[in-house]
């Protein structure tokens, strides 16, 4: 297994490449500068890639949507955060701000099944460091939500067809205590 990192300039990186490495999942991180033909040697090479959190907007976030479109449909991809919000947006969803600045807060979030939640309580507590969100306004037909917070703002979502899925809130913060578990949920994705 090797999973690709891609790097959009935050602080919670290397928190996620840590887990990708207690699941032995040979984690490799480049930044979100690379061209398009850089970033393909690297994407050819993984079994798994992680989008990671950053700052700004998915337009802003490098090469992370171009791997998305090109590598989302046939390798299985989780975005956190930022890469979220690429993964729904490059997917026609609309993003805009979050009604509360979140960062540093922990949230009750809900699923509705999904591989990623595979043997996670129903309920659980989330870490969210965000001042935008995926909108539930004209929410493609192409994506599902999977998560939830009780004043329904989107936490999750995965593609109907590809191994392709998003977390708002970040699984590697010390605040979501099943954070571990849904890591290791997505590198048995094949």
Request: hydrophobic fraction near 40%; glycine fraction near 8%.
């Amino acid at each position: 297994m090797k999973t690709l990192v891609i790097d959009n300039i935050d602080s919670f990186v290397y928190n996620l490449v840590q887990y990708a490495g207690i699941q032995r999942a040979n984690p490799y991180v480049v930044e979100n500068n690379l061209s398009e033909d850089e970033v393909d040697v690297f994407a050819e090479k993984a079994t798994h890639i992680l989008i990671s959190p950053g700052p700004g907007r998915p337009e802003a976030a490098g090469i992370s949507n171009y791997v998305i479109e090109k590598y989302g449909k046939i390798k299985p991809t989780l975005g956190v955060c930022l890469g979220h919000q690429c993964i729904a947006q490059v997917y026609g969803a609309e993003i805009t701000y979050a009604p509360r600045l979140m960062h540093g807060k922990e949230s009750t979030i809900e699923h509705f099944g999904s591989l990623l939640f595979k043997g996670i309580p129903k309920k659980f507590k989330g870490a969210r460091y965000h001042s935008l969100i995926v909108s539930e306004a004209n929410f493609p037909e192409k994506l599902k939500i999977t998560a939830q917070t009780r004043d329904q703002e989107i936490m999750a979502i995965e593609h109907a067809e590809y191994p392709l899925y998003g977390l708002q809130f970040h699984p590697e913060s010390i605040l979501t205590q099943t954070g571990m578990k849904i890591m290791k949920n997505f590198f048995e994705i094949k």
